[in-house]
């Protein structure tokens, strides 16, 4: 059975930084695509950012030159660093993977941006 494992949400002053992790775990195939979605409290679901399996990445505009998506294939892992960080990131983030037989979600991790 295919899970995700997602750690390094927290609490961080407004311009701090944090590194996202989203492990998979379960699949033998290595993911198309990974990547966050963040959902903001009585708000939709909305992407952040992906990345495919041969690198090519995918930001939302407000995530531009302050967020960096990567992935490690061998160990089927995303990362997202994020840095310049802002009150309005703040929201839970949901990694995902996607394979042929569906997409995977994470557990989602609390991001707190706050003075």
């Known amino acids: 059975q295919v899970q995700f494992v997602e750690s390094g949400g927290g609490l961080v002053l407004p311009g701090g930084s944090l590194r996202l992790s989203c492990a998979a775990s379960g699949s033998r195939f290595i993911f198309y695509a990974m990547g966050w979605y963040l959902q903001a409290l009585g708000k939709q679901r909305e992407l952040v950012a992906s990345?495919?399996?041969?690198?090519?990445?995918n930001y939302v505009d407000s995530v531009k030159g302050r967020f960096t998506i990567s992935r490690d294939n061998a160990k089927n892992t995303a990362f997202l660093q994020m840095n310049a960080l802002k009150t309005e990131d703040t929201a839970v983030y949901y990694c995902?993977?996607?394979?042929?037989?569906?997409?995977?979600w994470g557990q989602g991790t609390q991001v707190t941006v706050s003075s």
């Open positions: 990345i495919i399996s041969g690198g090519s990445t």
């Open positions: 995902y993977g996607d394979l042929f037989s569906g997409r995977y």
